[in-house]
């Protein structure tokens, strides 16, 4: 079966330099969902940017199952959501939740 992602290649805009993969839930990346939650940790490799991005909606069966996910370049993510880019450069450990009031992200304080 073959997947359908929310933004055709040939649509997709040059917004972030090249950083690497991130990985994202289908929520974002096949539904169209903006990006909920985002955090970055260490990168598994030298590809990686170590960014992973969430809807915020998935139940944790959702997030059990590794189908759910894909590695997709920084910028396709950014295509679909650009109110990530002003966070990209942030180090690791830096973990962002939307606020739907304040009409952005803010620092997740778990």
Known sequence: MTQRYCIAPDKIQDLVSPMGYCIASD????DGCKV???YREKREDSEDSGWRFLAGDETEEYLDNHMNFMMFEVNYIANIDSDIIPFLKHKTGSEYERDLEAGGFVRYIP
């Open 27 to 30: 929520r974002i990346t096949v």
């Open 36 to 38: 909920g939650f985002m």
